[in-house]
């Protein structure tokens, strides 16, 4: 009989939603015969309530920063509580009874804390369906933390430790890196992709990215680099943000042939492998998809709370170089051009961080687990 994994995740930002693609890509390769659905869980069962919460958390991270830190490092290493646990079924997620038994799972994944919640919730009822999780930030707060689930695949071993202070069992906690698309895992020659992205093959290049809100300080730090246009080549990631596209292309001072405007797009691992360097705000995603093609991050107005954390991670590990002020930028820059040993050290420290990534352990685990 033909094993189903149905794969959870949410709205927020595109990188919840970009892991559970990946992980869905690389079980296919393992195990064709495995039919798999993904769904943006709050999407499905409350689209309005999920949008307005979208919406409000955007407003909140980026206008109210300082609230936002607050409410994030409330009880973070605390497993989350029941209360909590029944607010986020009744709020997003009602009905996701009839969903489960209308698909019927022989496992679900969850790669957002969210439907980690509602889905352990269903568990601890009596739902009979297999769980895993995927941790899709370098640390570990309480609200992804549930006995319920089965196994969990986190990025780092600090992360392993952090989620076994809160209770659950070293044997049901895998460390496999952030498990990306495996597209990003192909390093093609930088030239052939600049040459076939239609961009100046011989130009150093630099990629910004926000995110798939297209936050981060994207037009502040496009402004600097303007600067740099004749000697560079500025490729700009706006993701959904539509506005701030409509704004880039709009200003006169960009209309440049080494500086590249684009929205959304499905060809991020095209776009980064043509790149010498990434700035970009510290998502968990994306930060590992970079890492994964081997290009230099620069990070540059993490957002308070996770991002946070996500950002110390990457930089105490060599991965990543803060960008304290604008001026480094420009001091970045000009080290990219002129003296690279900086930048040359970082694209050391990811070669030798590629070497601890096992995502295939996660896939391989999750096959073992679903015919048991």
Known sequence: MQKKILILS?????????????????????????????MELGS??????????????????????SLWRKLYHFQQHQ???????NFIYQLFHRKIEDLLEQYNPDLVICTHPFCSSTVARKKRLG?????????????????????????????TQDVKGQIMNMGI??????????????????????HQVRKRLSLNEQLPTVLIMGG???????????????????KLQIIVCTGKNDKLKDSLLNNKDLLHSNIN?????????????????LITKPGGSTCFEAISKGVPLLIYQPLLGHEEENCQFFVNQGLAI????DAMIDDYIYKLLYDPDDINRVRDKISQFQQKLDPQRSVKSIVDLIYQ
């Not at 709205?11 to 993904?38: C, N, W």
């Not at 069992?169 to 930088?190: L, Q």
């Not at 405007?261 to 360097?277: F, H, K, N, R």
Request: proline letters at 7%; one cysteine or more.
């Open 10 to 38: 949410e709205p927020f930002g595109l990188g919840h939603t970009k892991v559970a693609e990946g992980i869905a890509q690389r079980i296919s390769m393992y195990d064709s015969s495995v039919d798999i659905k993904i």
């Open 127 to 155: 739902f009979d369906v297999k769980q895993c999780t995927i941790v899709t930030d370098c640390f570990a707060h309480g609200i992804w933390v549930q006995p319920e689930v089965d196994l969990y695949f986190v990025p």
């Open 322 to 325: 803060k960008l304290s002020d």
């Open 212 to 230: 798939g809100l297209g936050l981060g300080g994207i037009p502040e730090i496009t402004k600097i680099l303007s600067k740099w246009k004749e």
């Open 79 to 85: 497993p989350v509580s029941i209360s909590l646990q």
């Open 169 to 190: 069992p070293s044997n049901r906690i895998n460390v496999t890196g952030i498990p990306v698309d495996p597209k990003f895992s192909s390093n093609e020659n930088k």
């Open 44 to 65: 499905v069962l409350k689209p309005f309530v999920t949008s307005v919460f979208v919406h409000s958390y955007q407003k909140l991270s980026t206008q109210l920063p």
């Open 261 to 277: 405007i684009l929205g959304y797009t499905e060809d991020v691992d095209q776009w980064m492998g043509a790149a010498d360097l």
